[in-house]
């Protein structure tokens, strides 16, 4: 397994979408139960990226097997140094250290950006994806109940958090988000 990491494009829309595919009907990480179709996906990419928010995609070799991005956590302007990441590993890959590997440079890209805070928005509390926070640094700051109905059953929405660069013991730099 050659791992690698790198900023994605256009390109990997089609396995970005797969990826994604599988979680939305078999998982529920996600609360969507219809998976985004290729354009969508793509409309995605182009738009994280173009905001210049980190989008990565995680490689064994050639295959894509991971992706992550980080967004603006809402869209009112104090809001700005706040972000959310999202975080998928092909199904047939999970637990072998792609998640982590993603999470860490997503941080990294997320503080270079000028984020202070970032926020994983857990659906269905999935546990392995509360561990793989937890094991990079977050904490859990909220929990609430049954706020998505799939799989036949309510599911909890976890909350965790983890302050990037000097967090809030700093104003942030003055930049083009004031």
Request: with cysteine; aromatic share 10%.
């Amino acid at each position: 397994m050659t791992l690698s990491v790198r900023s994605a494009t256009i390109d990997d829309g089609r396995a970005i979408a797969d990826v994604y595919a599988y979680h939305v009907l078999h998982g529920t990480a996600t609360y969507e139960v219809v998976p985004p179709t290729e354009a969508e996906t793509l409309d995605k990419i182009r738009m994280v990226t173009g905001r210049n928010w980190p989008f990565l995609v995680a490689c064994d070799g050639p295959d894509l097997v991971g992706y992550a991005y980080a967004t603006q956590f809402r869209d009112r302007p104090a809001y700005a140094y706040a972000c959310e990441n999202s975080i998928y590993v092909a199904h047939d890959r999970r637990g072998g250290g792609i998640g982590k590997l993603l999470l860490k440079a997503l941080l990294e890209a997320a503080e270079a950006y000028g984020f202070r805070q970032m926020v994983a928005v857990i659906g269905g509390a999935e546990p392995m994806s509360v561990a793989l926070h937890d094991t990079c640094g977050f904490e859990q700051v909220g929990r609430l109940t049954g706020m998505g109905w799939k799989a036949g059953r309510w599911l909890d929405t976890v909350y965790m958090q983890i302050a990037l660069g000097g967090g809030t013991a700093t104003a942030p730099a003055t930049s083009a988000k004031d």
